[in-house]
Structures are given as structure tokens and as C-alpha cells.
């Protein structure tokens, strides 16, 4: 989703969310502190910022001046978690919403109107937090793939009963050939949108782990060149390293959200 659009609908690069629908079309940020939330994150990634249209609690990452993530202050204003949350494509954010409630989860925030669309913030019945958005999206959307996380993962207590609540959901696997494909390999759900991987489901979350790393919850995978430099400048800048390995380092910003950093040239 993006609140801070370049192009207008007339232009051909003007994506709306009923034909890439199901599939993860942003990410965005609840923090508490906006300054040393935009120190962190062009610290570790180079980011730069600019302003939204939402007002001065929200902020839009950028990579060589396109829109690549959120940022919302409203952690404490709306007491909700510090934490990166994917953001998924649908046509019309109030039937998600009630599919949601009738599966026994969550809207925890919303439908709200963001123009150009509609958001809320939701929890599947496991507490994996994730979002909606009805609109338009980025302007450039193959790009804005490029740009953007490599893919997000879900931590769950159980893969396929998982699939099953966001398909029912999020429409996969429709009669649309504009839905996205779900397939089990390895030993994991997985969800290609467009022929790309844009999103796994895996189990063994423990729905009440008191170790929050284990719950079951959305992780934001960011591809990078060099997965130890951002470890050794997350803990620079006040974050911590939770996990590390050659390819791949799951990181906790200072205000407390985690997030993964994978190599590009991982296979």
C-alpha cells in the first residue's frame, strides 16, 4: 500500500489490490519513537524518509527513492505490539474482516480509511498479527517487488491448519487466475503470487511459548548483500542479534520488533 503515490490511476503502472489479491503488498513498522526508528533503519539499510500524508506519526522508507516499507508511531496510541507486520492485497478489507471474525480471530484495528484505501490490523486465531489493505498499491508494482522484503514467513503451531484459515481468508487457490498458488513442499506451505515466492508457512510456533521468538507470528524476511554487517550494525545502533548464520540473521530493533535479514545469493 502506499500513502505517498507518485502516479495516478490514468497511468498504467497503477496497481489496485483486486488484481494481485491475496498476495503480501507491503510491510510496515508499529513503533514508539520515530526518530531513532529512521536512525536505526538507514543505519542498517540505508534507507532514507519522508513524510506521509497520514500526519507526523507516519513515515515512508525509501531505496533509491522508491516507497519500500512503513512506518507507524502508534505502538502506544493504539496499544498494539512493536512489530513488523505484512500487509496483504484484498478487494474489499470489510468482507475480510467479518471472514476473519467468522473464523474465530481478530480485528484488532479497523477497516480505517487511508486514502487511497482501506486498512485494518488483524490476528489469525493462533495471535499471528497481520494486515489488510484495499486500494491502490505503489506505483511500479514488479518494482516495488524487487525492492521489498524477499519474502514474509509465518511461525505457526500448525502449517496446513494455517493455510487453510488465510485461503479461506485471503481467496488462494481460487477459480481467479489472478489468486495465488499454494503448494506444500518440504515440509512447508507455500504461497507464489505471479510465479515468485512471496510468502511460507511453517510449524512449530508454541501458541503460548513464553519466549516471544517462539510464538506463532509474521516474520519479514529483507534481502541484502551482507547479512553479517547489518547484525554488526543492528547491534551498533541498540538492537540485538537473536540468530545468526552465514546466509541468514533474525535481528530486534531497539524498540523491541524482530525482523530477518537474508542474503541475496542464498539458493
Known sequence: MNHDRKTSPAEPDAVSTRSVFGAPCWVSLTSRDVE?????????F?????SASLGDRFRIATANDFPV?????????WQVAVAWTPYFAVPDA???????????????VGPLSFPPGRAALLADRDGAAFGIWEGELVGGWETWRRSAPAFV?????????AAIFYGEVLDWASADPQ??????????VVLRSGGNVVARIESGALEAAPDPTVR?????????SD???CARVTEAYGGSVLRESATEAVLRDPDGARFTVTSRDAP
Open 36 to 44: 531513532t526508528t529512521e536512525a536505526f533503519y538507514e543505519a542498517v
Open 46 to 50: 540505508g534507507w532514507k524518509w519522508r
Open 69 to 77: 516499507a512503513g512506518l507507524a508511531a502508534v505502538a502506544s496510541v
Open 94 to 108: 470489510d468482507a475480510t474482516a467479518a471472514r476473519v471474525r467468522e473464523r474465530g480471530a481478530t480485528v484488532a
Open 153 to 161: 514467513r509465518l511461525h505457526t503451531r500448525d502449517a496446513f491448519d
Open 179 to 188: 489468486s495465488c498458488d499454494v503448494r506444500y513442499e518440504g515440509g512447508e
Open 216 to 224: 506463532p507470528n509474521w516474520q519479514v524476511h529483507f534481502s541484502v
Open 227 to 229: 547479512v553479517r554487517s
